[in-house]
């Protein structure tokens, strides 16, 4: 059966990111990183709102306590919704004119998790770093790459998946959610290239999540899909999507089993989003028998 895609009544989106679903005020937040913007959506009231932000925010996650542990382009931030204070925290040191955090997400453990990425691509400098609880940082080993996305983890909380969408690979590595320490790198999906040049092909691995089943959600950024990969790495299936540029997942909604994802129209060809007019929305879909799972905090 064909899925059915919709989009959401909110302002567009340069670059949407980060899509994130808090269960217990029913609300989806997510980021526009070039837009410099904090967004939220309360479904049942229809109150949309925007927090406009000194910079770029790669990622985000929600905090036990309130407000949100921001990964900005200049480092780690605590946000508070209501007064809109933004608090500066210590961080990883690296070029801030070329390098920015990207994607990110709390753990199953209570810490936050976020990489960075090199602007424009081509460097091998990304990495992956742990924020802890008490607010200090350290850089997980192994993780080098270009530009730092996918991040997941496993229902057991024993596996975190992260990609590099520059090298369309996305990797795993065993998790111990006492330490927050990951073993080596091993590889769970490779992208073939389009065949062809200039040819769509499967797209380029982006964000990610992980459903009640325990299957790895993708979002193909310039491959117009999301794909869930079942846990050998195998693929599931493949979901055509309204635009070529899909750029991360959540599930959501009373029962999680509503589809939320942002999109990209950033630096796209204008023949492209003349055709694809939605390109920048969040769009939205329910699939039979699919279901997420709750959003962990930042206890920190």
């Not at 406009?52 to 990964?71: T, W």
């Not at 590595?173 to 992208?191: E, L, Q, S």
Request: charged residues 25%.
């Amino acid at each position: 059966m064909p899925v059915e895609w919709s989009t959401l009544p909110v302002t567009l989106d340069l670059l949407g990111e980060c899509p994130t679903w808090d269960v217990e005020t029913k609300t989806l937040y997510w980021t526009d990183i070039p837009g410099m913007a904090l967004k939220a959506w309360h479904p049942s009231s229809g109150a949309h709102r925007v927090w406009a932000m000194p910079e770029e925010v790669g990622s985000f996650a929600l905090r036990r306590q309130g407000g949100a542990i921001l990964a900005m382009r200049s480092g780690y931030a605590l946000y508070d919704f209501a007064t809109r204070t933004l608090e500066r925290l210590p961080s990883p040191d690296y070029d801030r004119a070329f390098m920015r955090f990207n994607d990110g997400r709390a753990g199953p453990d209570g810490r936050f998790y976020a990489g960075t990425m090199y602007e424009p691509r081509g460097r091998t400098e990304g990495r992956l770093y742990r924020l802890d609880t008490d607010l200090t940082w350290s850089e997980l080993q192994d993780t080098a790459c270009i530009v730092s996305n996918g991040l997941a983890f496993s229902r057991d909380g024993k596996t975190m998946f992260h990609s590099d969408s520059s090298l369309s690979r996305i990797d795993t590595h065993t998790f111990d959610a006492v330490t927050g320490t990951i073993g080596p790198r091993r590889t769970f999906a490779t992208i073939p290239k389009p065949a062809l040049a200039g040819g769509i092909g499967l797209g380029h691995p982006d964000g990610a999540t992980i459903d009640a089943d325990g299957y790895y959600w993708s979002a193909m950024y310039n491959g117009k899909r999301i794909v869930r990969y079942a846990p050998d790495g195998s693929i599931e299936r493949e979901i055509p999507f309204p635009c070529r540029c899909p750029t991360m997942l959540c599930f959501g909604g009373e029962h999680l089993d509503t589809i939320f994802v942002t999109s990209s129209r950033e630096r796209r060809p204008a023949e492209e989003l003349a055709e694809q007019t939605d390109a920048g929305r969040i769009f939205t879909t329910r699939i039979p028998g699919i279901r997420g799972v709750p959003e962990p905090r930042f206890n920190g």
